[in-house]
């Protein structure tokens, strides 16, 4: 199925109003993106419905270099409006990289979370674990729709 | 927001009453492992026996100035939820509220109003007229009467906040490191306006608490007491809490450019500098409410006037600051310059 309200440039589309990127992996509980960026590596990022629930980012934190990290644990957190919460991993591997600039100001995640705003970099992931996220853009936009429509109409994020 | 369960429709109720600074924050720490390990949602009271200081997980240990804590005896800890350095005492009556975080909205902002919202009751019921305002602050006026914070342990979301029955400004300004007399001054100041104690009686506000919490989930109070794993859990906490790494904080936080503290959600007070030029500013909403400034070799063309720039800044916008300053010379455009370095975001 194809989501009537989406438009479509190049990897990047709008669905119900939010920027979606094709490129990449998504892993629908964490609200994280996965794209390979260099052989053996892998970028994560928040996508926009992360963003958007989590409010105006005040701090974030990663774990360090050379640090492993598993599915559905934590690789660092964020705090918004006092609240402190899990950056869950959406895959394996060993923290290769983390981003300064996004340490450094956390808003860049906000203002461009599937670009400049991304939070690590992953080296090892294992290839079944990326196998199993949301990889199709139709899946991409199927999904990404169907969580903003439930967000919506649960008060979860505004109309 | 109720959303009883067949599985969870008590609410554990544990009065920890009046323990150590740092059983203060495991305990309820502790009680986080287990309901998120399956104990029901759980409300629980404690107050600390003894004053001391508490960061925010993300704060900078270098916000707080040690060496007053340790001469004073004040010792030091880190909690795993939000919000600033704190100066906590026996005269604070804390509350938290810990649920699965299943059970709550994947949306923060809505989640801590859910989560506050029981508590706002339980002021009113025990006499405070308290509002929840659009900055999510428990207030009376203009000040708040509640510090709180929240975080996710595990699976399971806690929110934390405190009845102030008395509360120390002068000492509460003194455990923050801050560069200079002119600035603590402004924050003890915008303190004493901007927090303020509520004469509620404390036995009442608990039991309007547990009534308000029990009704607004769906659950039946009943008290409780910490579980075996829990109980364990105190100790591991008990041990990490106190370690050297544990204090320090997590790693590659940024160090603002501005030393900037903040009073109560939307107010917020900061010193930056920029070359010869230092400003310490109090903000509220997003206007300045006071400026005050000093320049180590003032130029010819601002000399004299510091005071009528530092008039000039009054209610100005942060946005319009630089502009303002614009008509002080080179001078101002120093200022303007330490003014651009402070932006209250990382509070």
Request: a negative charge.
């Amino acid at each position: 199925m194809t989501n009537g309200n989406t438009t479509r440039n190049e990897s990047l589309v709008e669905v119900r109003g939010y920027q979606v990127a094709l490129d990449r992996l998504y892993h629908a509980d964490s609200h994280m993106w996965v794209k390979p960026v260099r052989p053996g590596e892998v970028r994560v990022g928040l996508d926009p419905l992360g963003v958007e629930t989590s409010g105006t980012l005040a701090q974030l934190s990663f774990a360090n270099v050379g640090d492993q990290v598993a599915p559905g644990r934590a690789f660092g957190q964020l705090e918004a409006a006092k609240f402190v919460g899990p950056l869950v991993s959406p895959v394996s591997g060993t923290v290769a990289r983390v981003n300064d600039a996004v340490l450094a100001d956390p808003g860049l995640a906000e203002r461009d979370p599937l670009g400049a705003g991304w939070l690590v970099d992953l080296s090892g992931t294992d290839e079944v674990e990326l196998a199993r996220l949301l990889g199709s853009p139709d899946e991409i936009t199927d999904w990404f729709a169907r969580t903003v429509d439930e967000y919506r109409l649960k008060g979860v994020i505004a109309e | 927001m109720s959303r009883r369960t067949p599985e969870a429709a008590t609410l554990r109720v544990i009065d920890f009453g009046r323990v150590s600074a740092l059983r203060s924050q495991t305990l309820w720490h502790a009680v986080a492992h287990g309901v998120s390990a399956g104990e029901p949602p759980t409300l629980s009271f404690v107050r600390p026996a003894e004053p001391y200081v508490c960061l925010g997980y993300h704060r900078r240990l270098d916000e707080v100035d040690q060496a007053y804590c340790t001469a004073e005896g004040l010792p030091i800890y880190r909690r795993m939820v939000g919000g600033g350095p704190v100066y906590l005492d026996a005269d604070q009556l804390f509350f938290q509220i810990c649920l699965p975080a299943g059970s709550v909205s994947p949306a923060r902002t809505a989640a801590l109003r859910d989560l506050l919202t029981p508590a706002l009751g339980a002021y009113r019921a025990a006499g405070v007229a308290a509002e929840l305002d659009d900055n999510m602050e428990i207030t009376v006026g203009e000040a708040k009467i509640c510090g709180h914070g929240a975080g996710q342990v595990e699976n399971a979301v806690v929110v934390c906040g405190n009845l102030i029955e008395r509360f120390d400004h002068e000492r509460a300004t003194s455990i923050l490191r801050l560069p200079d007399p002119t600035m603590r001054a402004e924050v003890l100041r915008m303190m004493r306006r901007f927090v303020n104690p509520t004469p509620a009686d404390p036995e009442e506000f608990q039991r309007a608490a547990v009534e308000a919490y029990a009704g607004a989930l769906g659950l039946t109070a009943e008290p409780g007491e910490l579980t075996e794993l829990e109980r364990a859990a105190v100790e591991e906490l008990d041990e990490q809490f106190t370690s050297e790494s544990w204090i320090a904080g997590p790693q590659g936080r940024r160090r603002p450019p501005a030393r900037e503290v903040k009073i109560r959600a939307g107010v917020w007070v900061f010193a930056a500098e920029h070359e010869d030029a230092r400003v310490v500013a109090s903000v509220v909403g997003d206007s300045v409410e006071r400026a005050r400034f000093r320049t180590s070799t003032p130029s010819d063309d601002l000399y004299g006037d510091l005071r009528a720039a530092e008039a000039a800044m009054a209610g100005v916008t942060l946005a319009k600051a630089p502009a303002v300053l614009a008509g002080f010379g080179s001078t101002g455009r120093q200022l303007a310059a330490a003014f651009a370095a402070a932006d209250g975001k990382s509070l």
